[in-house]
């Protein structure tokens, strides 16, 4: 029989009730015990959703209050000294490396965070030193296991593997030069013992060990870690499933059919081209394979028999009993249920399926494949096939207009008129900017009173021109205070935006959305991707509206705020039939027309951000060229249709700019602006080592905690970054947008940074 198997599920509820726990408890209105029972209550909400959609293997131990990498350092004793002897309970010492602590005496940064191998979930990363003591300190794996087996669902415990939770780490300030996390390798795997073989004494048939590490390149330096680890492993365990996903295995399946595992899960949603080397891999071996042949990282529904077809290969060549049919990869990726979506219509409805849609496929795949007889199967695989013919009929429709300017894109187009050295100094004289110039990335906190005003104006209770005169005031606000303390680059707040790629793809042609679509990017932060079904193209202007009304209340220059053609398509569901390089020019085009009209209406300075520009870059080195060949163009065609004298800026955060810096110099923007507070500013040596000759605002605090730094936190880091980099290209920022923070805390941070600047410009007038 081919079993079905889910390989993690969305940790937030099907009504955001973890994101609601939570941040109640952060106010001080929920209790430990409290957010504990609510964590249970969606944890069995999910084990049961997935039992009664007739799931074999179901999931346990991928739920999390905040990160599942940060819940394995807590568990594994990978805790910073800077967070203990606090005394602090371990449920607060655990989200203060997620987002800092300052309170009650306590005040500590959060750890650094990176996005999870090519997608928008953020992760916070572990660090390591030779002074690391690992030690269980709790069994997260064993506690959910035995809690959803005293409900009566038997589960298969999902663990981060020893090499992934190693290499995806970094070392400590207080490590020694030249440290590498993989050398303490010996050091862990009696810790891994020590909770595999409490599993397996529990009960558990198998565990499923991810170990994604292996689709990357750097996998290849691993082959004797992952020999030695699992040669240990593998006695005292249950049956272990080594998990990857997110690409394919290549070289490195030469070594991993060779581990002492029970079975091998691949990803034939981004991969499906492996199927028949890791078929010939396996087949001598007993290993049993996974096939994840269902999408965990979109919302589109799975075409049964290309999925059917893949299955019945793998069947043929090993047997009913060494497959299983499963996600691609964790269901973390996509929105809980299409249950409570009223507004899409049937045609809509149709196209797509979210997290226990896709259960409901993975079962019935395997059971199609398994030779069943009930009629509902046969019924499901027929309307499916009804189903997939309907959307490929609506997806022969285009938009012959569209197309074709795709098609007349020019090199010409792609670059600005005079290079960067003409253009600083043709901006200076009309921005009139001091040095080290302030600013900020764009939005400011969006308040519980905008967030009501959007759901009136939704509901029918408040008419669009009294919420255009209530954004109109909120706009009047965050010009004042920015006046009053002293910026120098203004925004106008994004107060009318719900957020920054949903707000664009709802003026946009061609998209679509969801009311109840959330997925979490990081911690209790959720996003609402919209859905890319058809060409894309711009009606009329979306933003100059409101930077040309905030232009009108200051004599300061007023930047305009954009979101990127690569980030729109990176944080959307884009279209499964036409490439990523067509729907990413088509945006292009689109925000082009935007940019210009903005200097057309007055404004001197647009920022087009591009935070996805890196994490959309393929996890495998020799796939970067064709990405980068579409990506790069993209962004320059949007920002290079202006004058020599628009001020063209960009915003990427948590990024490794290592490997592509000469990429991010080809963009040509005037201005950048970069994470830099919580990865210890390491970006910048980035930039001295090449050189980069456009004008940088590394940020110098972090926004995603709700911490204050202190003014001369901040002269440090500047301090440090004039170290580095030439004054004369620096501007002073934080690292992100602020539009999750409170209005408190977001004035004490800005004053300060402020206040910095302005000693930065005494203490480096030369």
């Not at 990857?244 to 991969?271: E, Q």
């Not at 949903?502 to 979490?520: A, D, H, K, R, S």
């Not at 915003?651 to 994470?675: G, N, R, T």
């Amino acid at each position: 029989m081919v079993l079905s198997s889910v390989l993690g599920f969305p940790r937030i509820g099907a009504n955001r009730e973890v994101k609601k726990a939570v941040e109640a408890y952060w106010a001080g209105k929920l209790s430990a015990d409290e957010l504990t029972k609510a964590a249970a209550d969606v944890k069995k909400a999910s084990w049961t959703s997935l039992k009664e959609r007739g799931v074999n293997l179901i999931p346990s131990g991928d739920f999390t209050l905040y990160d599942h990498v940060l819940d394995h350092s807590a568990a594994f004793n990978v805790i910073p000294k800077r967070y203990l002897g606090k005394g602090l309970s371990p449920l607060d010492v655990y989200f203060a490396m997620g987002r800092g602590r300052q309170a009650d005496g306590v005040d500590v940064p959060a750890s650094e965070m990176k996005k999870w191998f090519d997608s928008n979930y953020h992760f916070v990363v572990p660090e390591f030193s030779e002074e690391t003591e690992f030690k269980l300190n709790f069994n997260k794996a064993l506690e959910e296991y035995r809690e959803a087996k005293d409900l009566g669902i038997e589960t298969r415990p999902v663990v981060l593997g020893p090499i992934t939770f190693l290499a995806l780490g970094k070392p400590a300030k207080e490590a020694r030069a030249g440290f590498q996390p993989i050398s303490l390798l010996p050091n862990l795997i009696p810790i891994y013992k020590q909770l595999l073989a409490a599993l397996k004494e529990a009960g558990a048939e198998s565990v499923q060990i991810d170990e994604p590490i292996l689709v990357l390149d750097a996998a290849s330096l691993y082959e004797k870690q992952f020999a030695q680890a699992y040669a240990e492993l593998a006695p005292v365990s249950p049956k272990l499933v080594l998990t990857t996903y997110y690409g394919r295995l290549d070289s490195n399946l030469s070594y991993v059919a060779k581990l002492p595992v029970a079975g091998l899960h691949i990803d034939l949603d981004r991969a499906p081209a492996q199927l028949d080397e890791v078929l010939a891999a396996v087949k001598p071996t007993n290993l049993v394979l996974s096939l994840g042949v269902v999408s965990g990282r979109n919302i589109w529904k799975t075409d049964f028999q290309a999925a059917l077809q893949l299955g019945q290969k793998a069947v043929t060549t090993l047997g009913n009993d060494r497959v299983i049919i499963a996600s691609s990869s964790s269901l973390l990726h996509t929105p809980v249920s299409l249950a409570a979506e009223t507004k899409l219509t049937p045609e809509q409805k149709d196209w797509f399926a979210f997290a226990l849609q896709k259960a409901s496929e993975i079962s019935v795949i395997a059971s199609a494949l398994s030779g069943s007889q009930d009629p509902k199967v046969a019924e499901a695989v027929e309307a499916n096939k009804v189903s997939i013919a309907k959307r490929r009929e609506f997806e022969r429709n285009s938009d012959a207009t569209v197309r074709n300017r795709v098609a007349a894109i020019t090199p010409d187009m792609l670059e600005r008129k005079s290079p960067f050295a003409v253009r600083k100094e043709i901006q200076a004289k009309q921005l009139n900017l001091p040095k080290f110039p302030t600013t900020t990335i764009g939005s400011f906190p969006q308040t519980k009173e905008i967030r009501q005003a959007r759901a009136k104006l939704n509901k029918g209770e408040l008419s669009p021109a009294e919420y255009e005169k209530f954004i109109e005031k909120e706009i009047e606000n965050v010009v004042r205070f920015q006046e009053r303390i002293g910026l120098d680059l203004l925004v106008h707040g994004e107060p009318e935006r719900n957020d920054m790629v949903q707000y664009f793809g709802e003026q946009l042609e061609g998209f679509v959305f969801t009311q109840n679509g959330w997925v979490q990017s990081y911690g209790s932060r959720y996003v609402r991707p919209p859905i890319i079904v058809s060409d894309v193209s711009r009606p009329k202007p979306m933003t100059v509206r409101w930077s040309s009304y905030a232009q009108s209340l200051t004599s300061k220059p007023m930047k305009g705020m954009l979101t990127g053609p690569v980030t729109i398509l990176n944080w959307s569901f884009p279209r499964a039939d036409v490439s990523r390089e067509l729907q990413c020019k088509q945006l292009a085009l689109a925000l082009r027309d935007e940019v210009i009209d903005l200097e057309k209406a007055g404004i001197k300075a647009v920022q087009v951000d591009e935070p996805a520009l890196r994490e959309g870059l393929p996890l495998r080195k020799a796939d970067w060229d064709a990405y980068l060949a579409w990506a790069l163009p993209s962004f320059k065609i949007a920002t290079a249709g202006v004058t020599d004298a628009l001020q063209t800026h960009s915003h990427f955060c948590y990024s490794d700019f290592d490997d592509i810096f000469p990429s991010i110099q080809a963009l040509d923007a005037d201005v950048i602006s970069i994470e830099a507070s919580k990865s210890d500013m390491k970006l910048l040596n980035t930039f001295k080592h090449y050189g980069y000759s456009n004008q940088i605002g590394p940020g110098v605090y972090d926004i995603h905690s709700p911490r204050v730094p202190s003014e001369e936190e901040i002269k440090e880091r500047l301090a440090a970054m004039l170290a580095i980099l030439p004054g004369d290209l620096l501007f002073v920022n934080p690292d992100c947008g602020l539009k999750t923070r409170g209005w408190a805390e977001t004035e004490a941070s800005l004053v300060n940074l402020v206040n910095a600047a302005r000693w930065a410009r005494q203490t480096y007038a030369a």
